[in-house]
T-cell receptor
Framework: RKEVEQDPGPFNVPEGATVAFNCTYSNSASQSFFWYRQDCRKEPKLLMSVYSSGNEDGRFTAQLNRASQYISLLIRDSKLSDSATYLCVVNRGYGQNFVFGPGTRLSVLP | DTEVTQTPKHLVMGMTNKKSLKCEQHMGHRAMYWYKQKAKKPPELMFVYSYEKLSINESVPSRFSPECPNSSLLNLHLHALQPEDSALYLC??????????????FGAGSRLTVL
């Protein structure tokens, strides 16, 4: 079993749809959590850090459930520009051990 | 504009060549990383430098040789590579502080093709 797993995708959704991505991690010592987006042939870019209390940034909402070792990302009112691969990233501590999930590809269709 | 700068953007090399990838950041970050990414796969960690010292080597073959000349610069020296080493090589940096969440900031990457 991989340390960080994500929905296999791809997700193809119409503009305006709400889409949710799920991520699970196996290392209970993990301390910090992130969602990155990666456009085709570009570098990953931080979308949002994920906090225990949950956090929202515009159309994006991230949730963390430490007991279930589960992270989610909700995108409301999808735009064409949201089309990308979404990477769940977990830091095993507060150091340098970042572990990437395999990514979930999203295509938002007109 | 990315705050982590990588050069060159593209590199084509033969299996007998020696070349280097370069990375620079001026955010005062004390941890720097090399990742390798193949198509449709997530980035795979290769090396981490913390305070200019190699702290993580993910069992990378010796044909890849990292170097951290100072806290802002990170190099990856390449020698006798194989075609399967063709990939996007990503440099990243993060703060190195205890108690707070480090966040990775990536450069735009160097796309390497080995013939």
């Amino acid at each position: 079993r991989k340390e960080v797993e994500q929905d296999p995708g791809p997700f193809n959704v119409p503009e305006g749809a709400t889409v949710a991505f799920n991520c699970t991690y196996s290392n209970s010592a993990s301390q910090s959590f992130f969602w990155y987006r990666q456009d085709c042939r570009k570098e990953p870019k931080l979308l949002m850090s994920v906090y225990s209390s949950g956090n929202e940034d515009g159309r994006f909402t991230a949730q963390l459930n430490r007991a279930s070792q589960y992270i989610s990302l909700l995108i409301r009112d999808s735009k064409l520009s949201d089309s990308a691969t979404y990477l769940c990233v977990v830091n095993r501590g507060y150091g340098q051990n970042f572990v990437f999930g395999p990514g979930t590809r999203l295509s938002v269709l007109p | 504009d990315t705050e982590v700068t990588q050069t060159p953007k593209h590199l084509v090399m033969g299996m007998t060549n020696k070349k280097s990838l370069k990375c620079e950041q001026h955010m005062g970050h004390r941890a720097m990383y090399w990742y390798k990414q193949k198509a449709k796969k997530p980035p795979e960690l290769m090396f981490v430098y913390s305070y200019e010292k190699l702290s993580i080597n993910e069992s990378v073959p010796s044909r890849f040789s990292p170097e951290c000349p100072n806290s802002s610069l990170l190099n990856l020296h390449l020698h006798a590579l194989q075609p399967e080493d063709s990939a996007l090589y990503l440099c990243a940096s993060s703060e190195q502080g205890a108690g707070g969440a480090n966040v990775l900031t990536f450069g735009a990457g160097s796309r390497l093709t080995v013939l």
